[in-house]
């Protein structure tokens, strides 16, 4: 039995980081019923590489947050569609949301409303800044919270920072910290029978994701200095020239350090720098780095990871992703699958699923994300509508089937 089985959420996300944070609950076994409006589906269904998927309304930006969800679409700003909904979420024990502030106070689906229907709901919402202060109902992006968080300033060297990074990864570092505190409130309420409204921001979704940050710049009163692909302060932790590509080394500690200058053929140098501090090695930074730069270009990339790595220092050659993506390592591990749900021509599609695994019952996708409206019909029997029912809600605009 998977963690989340039997438990139900009602999920008003979109984009990215809402649609995570339901996605990591729905692989653990919960059910996700994905909301979306007739007239405003998620616009990440037209986002992505493949015209056919994004044809479809499962751009391969949406599959990879989409897996194991079903698909409700419904005006849940018509009454009926209200009553559609308050009915869905008086059965559910999680509701997920990510709209700007009044977005869904105007339907009555904001947590004053739908708590007295259901006072044992979870519901987590999640905006860019959070509900309170002066930026609560200020938009936001990744790229924007990246820039006002002061991550980007951060990311690059000194000659080329500001640097946006290329993947959203504050999207989907909010989307894991709000799967995290949902689960954190289900386990509450099993002690204590209450439910919970959490308020998760992006902005302090990256603070977190800055901590060592954060708290050196309090210390010094003044902002991190970018440090592109190197430490300012530990000559072996840093990015260099090979022969045929570059090697990424992470001799951190003054034992990996010591070790490097081994495995580099320096053995007077090893025992060197075994006996100093971290303040005398610091301030061996700019000789040491220019003298592991002539050495490792000796040789090729892989060939210095695989000597580093064997003498237990951390190294890896540079990659790109689709090299990464084929590399036994990845290959061995579950975080990628494949699933039920797509033509021949993508039926060997695999999405990242969750950054864990289970001995047993542990994060699993088996159907990748469905087609607007597709389990409008099912989940409309499941609340207690009738074939009727439902044909006369379709005809009306109120439901949208699949």
């Given at each position: 039995m998977k963690a989340f089985e039997g438990v139900r959420v009602v999920d008003f996300t979109h984009v990215l980081a809402g649609p995570f944070c339901t996605y990591q609950l729905a692989v653990m076994g919960a059910d996700v019923i994905k909301i979306e409006s007739p007239n405003s589906l998620d616009m990440m269904r037209a986002e992505g590489v493949s015209e056919l998927l994004a044809d479809e309304g499962r751009g391969s930006q949406f599959l990879p947050q989409s897996a194991n969800k079903r698909s409700l679409i419904v005006d849940f700003n018509s009454d009926e569609g209200r009553v559609i909904v308050k009915r869905l979420?008086?059965?559910?024990d999680v509701l997920v949301e990510n709209f700007r502030g009044g977005v869904l106070a105007r339907a009555e689906l904001d947590y004053d409303s739908v708590k007295?229907?259901?006072?044992?709901?979870?519901y987590c919402s999640l905006t860019g800044f959070g509900h309170t202060g002066p930026k609560a109902q200020h938009p936001a992006y990744d790229n924007v919270i990246q820039a006002f968080s002061g991550l980007m300033a951060q990311t690059g060297s000194t000659d080329t920072a500001p640097v946006r990074v290329g993947p959203p990864v504050l999207d989907y570092g909010t989307g894991a910290q709000a799967a995290f505190a949902v689960s954190a409130a289900l386990f509450q309420r099993g002690n204590t029978g209450l439910g919970q409204h959490i308020d998760v921001s992006m902005l302090d979704a990256a603070l977190m994701l800055m901590s060592t940050s954060v708290v050196d710049t309090q210390l010094t009163g003044g902002a991190p200095v970018p440090p592109g692909n190197s430490n300012a302060t530990h000559p072996g932790y840093a990015c260099?020239?090979?022969?045929?590509?570059?090697?990424?080394?992470?001799?951190?500690?003054?034992?990996q350090y010591s070790e490097l200058w081994q495995v580099l053929g320096q053995p007077g140098l090893s025992e060197l720098?075994?006996?100093?501090?971290?303040?005398?090695l610091a301030a061996r930074v700019r000789q040491d780095r220019a003298l592991l730069s002539t050495l490792l270009m000796a040789k090729p990339a892989q060939w210095w990871e695989d000597e580093l790595n064997t003498a237990g220092i951390p190294a890896s050659r540079v990659r790109q992703l689709d090299e990464t993506l084929k590399h036994p390592q990845v290959e061995s591990r579950r975080v990628l699958q494949s699933a039920n749900g797509l033509d021949s021509e993508y039926k060997n599609l695999k999405a990242p699923v969750a950054a864990f695994s289970f001995e047993h019952d542990g994060p699993e996708i088996t159907q990748h994300g469905a087609r607007p409206g597709y389990s409008t019909t099912e989940i409309l029997l499941d609340i207690g509508y009738t074939p009727e029912q439902i044909s006369t809600l379709e005809t009306a605009g109120t439901v949208k089937v699949g």
């Open positions: 979420i008086k059965s559910a007295k229907i259901n006072p044992y709901l979870i260099f020239d090979t022969s045929d590509g570059q090697i990424m080394i992470g001799a951190f500690t003054g034992k720098v075994a006996r100093l501090d971290t303040r005398e």
